[in-house]
């Protein structure tokens, strides 16, 4: 199998996808002739033009009234934030458009609507080019959330995505644009709504999302040279969330570390440590832990920011303490 | 681009008045089912600016989309939404428009172009450029109307979506329903320039500042404007001066605005205009009129017979329809 970037397989998953519907369309800022900031959409342009590969002005409140509107009239509109933190000043659109529109109507529109977007720090951005809001996203009823950790999943995940007729925030983190992996040509599609197993272990269930997956997974290897089995759940979707899954994981090991980029503060993995007690507190032999972002906003300089962030070593010391109760 | 076959649309004087009709007499019904504690909610209501959204969506074809805003009844009826159905959402019942879920402020029927009412202040507009953008790329001559207030005028999507819509030239037709006052502000303390039409200018958009209690007088900058955006030229804007007869919404009490001021209006009302109109140019008879207000009123005793006889939805289907 083809060995490409998680960049690669995304700009894969968009060519796919509009060369099998001619209703698909891109906009965003500098995603046409730029190809995107992050050249997720490069080539694209030339293939598709101008129409289709729309290079906005700085408008986010524009650009998803332009998917929201796109959206009801029947195309499959696929808008890009340069940032995520740049999504806010499109929230009306997102919040009480997109998510809401199918509901307020009692069913009659439906709104296809792919907003994708760079999420988290890493790479010296500070704090209004870092910020890992999923949770905002996950918290609204009408929206699909959705976060790859690899390769192949970022271009089977997109196209899903994109065929899915609902409102999806897709969200991509910079830190993992540059991973090469495996990844299937042709028609890959992979499920909104289902978390994969990444990694099989008996000790602890780890779940992780995004950046996190990776993370975790090198920390399983670390804890295996200690006889500690970790096994990983990559959620993928983060709403609506396979439960099932996690619980049926849980329910083998006994022990769960939630690990997300997000603020640990009402953050996306407090939902999951919810979920977890609520339906198998007795299969439980430890408290349920969560890594997460610290409560900062994210500072700039590398040490503050490797401090401000989830590191391997979090996730290491996370899984010892729920083995050593 | 390819344009499809669209019939020009001409105004049909009686039609034009039995509209405004129906929409006051709706709205006159809203305040009494109000009163008999029937809407579980608020309303805005529509009387006073009847001509505008009359006047407006006789410019519309039937491949015609439209956003529209919270006082949004006149333009549902206008674009020939069933009376019945819109009364039976406002009512909160399981035969209504969403089935109870949207109620006054979000009415649509996606048939009949109507992409629905929407409490946010300025949050169709973008959406309306939206839908102008996919339309045209889906190779239909489509128009799209985006109906708001002047207080919309003053939120940034309001600038974004005119930027947007005239960069691409769009076929948009930017609908301002300037009614003077916001809840308790007025347009002059808060709208700086004084105009919302000369906002257009900026962005090299034609603009009309009509009469908005003049029903023929909307249709004529609106048909212009939509003429001119099913040719490709662009989107137009058109600011209609009007004003709300009752106060913000039904809830609202408290009304700030000079008595004066609002009696001023009402002599400015546009449908006892219409009517003189027609009698003097003898365009119709005065019986001719009063029958039309008779099936009116017939129309919406009907429409609350059937909203008051349909059920409540099941509060099961409070869960249904979030995702498709």
């Given amino acids: 199998m083809r060995q490409i970037t998680f960049v690669e397989a995304l700009n894969q998953a968009l060519q796919e996808e509009m060369r099998r519907d001619p209703l698909v369309f891109i906009a965003g800022e500098d995603v046409g002739k730029m190809g995107g900031l992050f050249k997720v959409t490069q080539n694209l342009f030339d293939e598709f033009g101008p129409e289709r590969v729309l290079d906005t002005p700085i408008s986010e409140a524009a650009i998803a009234g332009l998917g929201v509107g796109g959206a009801l009239v029947g195309t499959r509109p696929v808008i890009e934030f340069q940032f995520l933190d740049f999504v806010m000043i499109a929230m009306d659109q997102i919040v009480n458009h997109a998510a809401k529109l199918r509901y307020m109507t009692g069913g009659m529109v439906s709104v296809p609507l792919v907003a994708r977007a760079p999420v988290s720090g890493g790479i010296g951005l500070g704090a209004q080019h870092s910020q890992s809001l999923e949770a905002w996203f996950a918290h609204v009823p009408g929206m699909k959330v959705v976060m790859p950790a690899c390769p192949s999943d970022a271009k089977g995940l997109l196209k899903s995505a994109i065929r899915d007729d609902n409102p999806v925030l897709f969200l991509e983190h910079r830190r993992l644009y540059g991973q090469i992996g495996e990844v299937p040509e042709g028609d890959y599609l992979v499920p909104l709504g289902r978390a994969e197993v990444k990694r099989v272990g008996t000790d602890v269930t780890v779940v992780a999302t995004g950046r996190t997956v990776p993370l975790s997974l090198a920390a399983a290897g670390k804890l295996a040279q200690e006889a500690i089995e970790i096994e990983v759940i990559d959620l993928r979707t983060l709403k609506p969330f396979d439960l099932e899954t996690v619980l049926e994981s849980v329910r083998k090991t006994s022990r769960a570390v939630v690990v997300n980029d997000g603020w640990r503060t009402c953050g996306y993995a407090a939902e999951i440590v919810a979920s977890i007690q609520e339906e198998c507190f007795y299969d439980l032999d430890t408290p349920v832990q969560r890594v997460c972002g610290g409560d900062t906003p994210m500072p700039v300089a590398a040490v503050l920011e490797r401090a401000a962030m989830v590191s391997e070593d979090n996730v290491v010391a996370s899984c010892r303490t729920v083995m050593s109760v | 681009m390819q344009a499809n076959q669209v019939e020009e649309s001409e105004v049909s004087p009686l039609e034009c008045f039995r509209q405004m009709c129906l929409i006051r007499a709706f709205e006159s019904e809203i305040l009494v089912l109000n009163q008999q504690g029937l809407i579980n909610g608020t309303a805005h209501l529509y009387i006073g600016m009847e001509a505008i959204a009359v006047g407006a969506c006789a410019a519309m074809a039937e491949c015609d989309f439209l956003t529209s805003t919270h006082r949004g009844h006149g333009h549902c009826i206008a674009r020939g939404l069933d009376p019945r159905r819109m009364m039976a959402e406002i009512l909160g019942r399981a035969d209504g428009y969403c089935h109870g879920k949207g109620g006054s402020m979000h009415i649509a029927d996606i048939t009949k172009g109507v992409l629905g009412a929407d409490g946010i202040v300025g949050g169709g507009i973008p959406i309306a450029v939206g839908a102008a953008y996919g339309l045209r790329m889906k190779k239909k001559s489509s128009v799209v109307f985006s109906f708001f207030g002047e207080g919309a005028s ?171």
């Fill in chain 2, 154 to 324: 003053n939120q940034g999507s309001f600038h974004e979506a005119l930027n947007l819509s005239a960069i691409h030239r769009l076929p948009v037709v930017f609908i301002c329903e300037n009614n003077q006052w916001a809840l308790s502000a007025s347009f002059l303390e808060t709208t700086a320039g004084g105009s919302v039409a000369k906002r257009a200018a900026a962005y090299g958009i034609s603009a009309e500042d009509v009469d908005g209690n003049d029903v023929e007088a909307v249709f004529t900058a609106v048909a212009r404007a939509t003429t001119r955006a099913r040719a490709g030229l662009g989107p137009s804007l058109v600011e209609c001066q009007s004003y709300r007869w009752e106060g913000h919404s039904v809830f609202t009490r408290h009304e700030i605005r000079p008595q004066e001021e609002v009696e001023l209006w009402k002599q400015r009302d546009p449908i006892e205009r219409y009517r003189r109109k027609l009698l003097e140019s003898r365009t119709s008879a005065a019986e001719n009129l009063q029958k039309i207000e008779a099936e009116v009123r017939t129309d919406i005793a009907e429409a609350v017979e059937f909203a008051k006889n349909s059920s409540p939805p099941d509060g099961r289907s409070a869960f249904e329809d979030i995702f498709a």
